[in-house]
């Protein structure tokens, strides 16, 4: 069964510091990782998206790490500022025919001043 | 580019009455359709996908005839959610297709409270 885990479940941190949140994941044939930032009652928008080939790929502040051979992900926040609190959702397309998405259920994240 | 829209953001209803919830593609062509539930704390959860003039595919588990999807445009979509009741109250979103596997946009999402 496809599935994707991320931790923590929740995290607080200061202003201003940096942060890591993990994804692992069992989804196979991989297609594609993406992460996601949902803020609270709003839908998820796209942060980085990961092909099996791509370690890194930095979007601003944020930069996601993709190890394929040992399924993880990570999503490291820099310089964290208050609009950065939400929930960041990892998200694996598996490459079969129906090209499905299997969600995690997402590490909260609250920036305090 | 690529915005997708849903209308309302926020219901209340009744116990027992139908809600329709819209979905839009503002500025692109939408090939597909896909309605999302997601319950606090927990991961969005795909309940049907919807191709533009034919039946919506539901997935294992949502009744389709209480979830009922309409997608008679390229742009438009809806869910109604027939004679609903309080453990149907979630967050609904709708995300939508253009093209490849890769170019789904997510709405903003619609918050359902059933009393």
């Known amino acids: 069964k496809n599935q994707v885990e991320q931790s923590p479940q929740s995290l607080i941190i200061l202003e201003g510091k940096n942060c890591t949140l993990q994804?692992?994941?069992?989804?196979?044939?991989?297609?594609?990782l993406r992460w996601y930032k949902q803020d609270t009652g709003r839908g998820p928008v796209s942060l980085t998206i990961?092909?099996?080939?791509?370690n890194t790929k930095s979007n601003g502040r944020y930069t996601a790490t993709l190890d394929a051979d040992t399924k993880q992900s990570s999503l490291h926040i820099t310089a964290s500022q208050l609009s950065d609190s939400a929930s960041y959702i990892c998200?694996?397309?598996?490459?079969?025919?129906?090209?499905?998405?299997?969600f995690g259920k997402g590490t909260m994240l609250l920036v305090s001043p | 580019g690529a915005v997708v829209s849903q209308h309302p953001s926020r219901v209340i209803c009744k116990s027992g009455t139908s809600v329709k919830i819209e979905c839009r593609s503002l500025?692109?062509?939408?090939?597909?359709m896909f309605w999302y539930r997601q319950f606090p704390k927990q991961s969005l959860m795909l309940m049907a996908t919807?191709?533009?003039?034919?039946?919506?595919?539901?997935e294992q588990g949502v009744e389709k005839d209480k979830f009922l999807i309409n997608h008679a445009s390229l742009t438009l979509s809806t869910l109604t959610v027939t004679s609903a009741h309080p453990e149907d109250s979630s967050f609904y979103i709708c995300?939508?297709?253009?093209?490849?596997?890769?170019?789904?946009?997510f709405g903003p999402g619609t918050r359902l409270t059933v009393l």
């Open positions: 995300s939508a297709r253009t093209g490849g596997p890769d170019t789904q946009y």
């Open positions: 994804c692992n994941y069992t989804v196979s044939p991989f297609s594609n």
């Open positions: 990961m092909t099996f080939s791509e």
């Open positions: 998200v694996v397309r598996s490459n079969s025919g129906y090209s499905t998405l299997t």
């Open positions: 500025d692109f062509q939408a090939t597909t």
């Open positions: 919807s191709n533009e003039g034919s039946k919506a595919t539901y």
